[in-house]
């Protein structure tokens, strides 16, 4: 595995290790998605992540990390990140975010989408439509010659144009055989700080995390929980993405 300026850069077979482990992360999230529902008890989703592992007898990558007790991250409205899965039930009009990770051979998969529970209503609609939009323009930039802050712009353009605010406590990284490597990938343009140059082999995780509201956060009493100061509901999406010479490669779609 080379290195650029400290990040890793994959070869063709580590790129294939990793889409596995991402594939097996969008079936979790797929199958999740699909009990969505008012009644539902978040705990429930936890289960369900644990099971689709076990069948893959892949390891759940949060499950233990920095003391993280759960596979995964479930957060209901106001909760941008790291909620904790419970026997709290989803409410019509309620929106749910899952973030879930695996170890497949000893390469990670990280992805998060969010999803509407019952009927919401359309202003909350638009703001999952424009997270997940602003995702989208962020991985049409991972390029091999574009800079890392292009993909940031490009995140934050699409939410500050729609009136939102992206999140800025929390960023995306670069993804491989440990979950959290370099670079960091901010949903925003840092000032006074140099670019990365993107080359093939370079693998991020992209996650925009969007506030309808105030993006200040306020950290639970769990030490992990993080919300919205103002209460105000938050969207979050997330694909990891191989920088390839033929353009950005979405690893964490079936």
Request: charged letters at 25%.
């Amino acid at each position: 595995m080379k290195k650029f300026r400290g990040i890793f850069l994959k070869n063709e077979k580590e790129i294939g290790l990793l889409r596995e482990a991402n594939r097996i992360v969008a079936e979790i999230l797929d199958a999740l998605g699909d009990m969505v529902a008012p009644g539902v008890r978040t705990m429930e989703f936890e289960n369900r992540a644990q099971d689709i592992c076990r069948k893959y007898d892949v390891a759940p990558a949060f499950l233990g990390y920095n003391g993280f007790p759960f596979a995964l991250c479930c957060s209901v409205n106001e909760e941008i990140v790291h909620g904790f899965p419970s026997d709290r039930e989803l409410r019509d009009g309620d929106i749910v975010s899952f973030d879930m990770g695996v170890v497949y051979e000893g390469f990670h998969g990280d992805s998060a989408r969010t999803f509407p529970v019952g009927d919401i209503d359309p202003e909350v609609q638009r703001l999952l439509r424009v997270t997940e939009e602003s995702l989208k323009r962020g991985v049409s930039k991972a390029r091999a010659g574009n800079q890392l802050y292009d993909i940031s712009a490009a995140v934050q353009e699409c939410v500050e144009q729609a009136g939102y605010q992206v999140v800025k406590r929390f960023v995306g990284h670069g993804i491989g055989r440990k979950l959290h490597e370099k670079p960091e990938v901010p949903n925003f343009v840092p000032k006074g700080l140099a670019g990365v140059p993107l080359k093939p082999g370079m693998v991020l995780a992209i996650e925009p995390m969007v506030a309808i509201g105030s993006a200040e956060v306020e950290i639970l009493s769990d030490n992990w929980t993080a919300i919205t100061k103002d209460r105000s509901l938050s969207a979050h999406f997330e694909h990891s993405v191989a920088v390839t010479h033929d353009g950005p490669l979405v690893l964490s779609r079936r």
